[in-house]
């Protein structure tokens, strides 16, 4: 175990080298000048010579890097042109948030999808079975603002159960906290849990066609200890690494749900980011997520080993 984490964690370093690399150069890209940005309306050429200076935009390309990886290495993102704030403040204000409705999305999803294509598996051809089918077709097609809308309409102006919008941090009040977030958290889970439910389907009817399963049931265990100690430990191997995957999309990719919902997000600060060409933002959140994915990865690769046995070393 520990020489394949030393292994991972070996190759994670020259990818994230290659992440800062295409972040840095693909910024470069982007049109407009960062320092008539900062300038504001009246574009001062002393001014915008100072800003050049002060901030190497003066410098060669590949002196820039230097000085942005230095920083970067040193915990050190830059200042947000818009904000006025060092960036590495504003991930860690945004960061939290989307983690948490990323966190409640997956255990959502974890807890629908999973025990749904199971179910369906085990009972393929039956009601049970279409009625799974069912569920992961509607839960694909469903666009998430849609559902949003709805669910705000029913719970929050009809029921009036629940927030229609905004955010409470977990240590302020966790009640209030989890009332604002579980509808949005339900939206971003509803897509995964159907298509962790047809992956969840599909590895466990291969699995249970399997001789080891056939062995199992011939011994007289019950079907209960055969689905659940045998054929289920195996078949969750590559729902694992879907969940982890998933749940690094969710966190650059829950932009809409935060907008309808009025999440303060880190989704929502990338879209900002880019509209106002706020670069150091940019590359910072994007330099964060990218190692948030690969670490993720690294996390279900570990999980693969943890849940099948036949992987250690």
């Known amino acids: 175990m520990l020489n394949f984490l030393a292994h991972r964690i070996a190759q994670i370093v020259p990818t994230l080298f290659f992440v800062s690399v295409l972040i840095f150069s693909l910024q470069q890209l982007l049109p407009g000048d960062p320092a008539l940005v900062m300038a504001g309306e009246e574009r001062d050429p002393a001014l915008i010579e100072q800003i050049r200076q002060q901030y190497k935009l003066d410098q060669p390309i590949p002196v820039q890097y230097v ?42 999803a974890f807890f629908i999808g999973i025990p749904a294509g199971i179910v369906s598996a085990v009972k393929k051809g039956t009601a049970w079975d279409y009625g799974a089918n069912l569920f992961a077709l509607w839960g694909i097609s469903t666009p998430n603002f849609w559902l949003g809308i709805m669910l705000i309409f029913l719970f929050s102006i009809e029921l009036g159960w629940l927030p229609a919008s905004g955010y409470v941090p977990l240590t302020e009040n966790w009640r209030a906290s989890l009332a604002a977030t579980i509808m949005p958290a339900f939206v971003l889970g509803n897509a995964i849990s159907a298509i962790l439910m047809r992956h969840t389907r599909s590895a466990m009817l291969q699995v249970l066609e399997s001789d080891y399963v056939r062995t199992a049931r011939a011994k007289g265990l019950s079907e209960r200890s055969v689905i659940l100690k045998h054929a289920m430990r195996n078949a969750l191997t590559p729902v694992i690494t879907l969940g982890a995957l998933e749940l690094g999309t969710l966190l650059s990719g829950a932009v809409l749900t935060e907008q309808i919902f009025s999440i303060p997000g880190f989704g929502k600060l990338i879209v900002d980011a880019v509209f106002n060409r706020d670069y150091a933002v940019v590359q910072g959140v994007v330099l964060v997520t990218a190692t948030v994915y690969i670490t993720l990865n690294l996390v279900a690769d570990v999980a693969y080993i943890l849940v099948n046995p036949r992987l250690r070393g």
């Open 67 to 108: 000085y942005w990886l230095k920083g970067v290495l040193t915990g050190n993102f830059g200042e947000s042109l818009r904000n006025k704030m060092p960036v590495r403040e504003l991930i860690a204000q945004k960061l939290p948030v989307t983690l948490q409705l990323g966190s409640m999305a997956i255990l959502i």
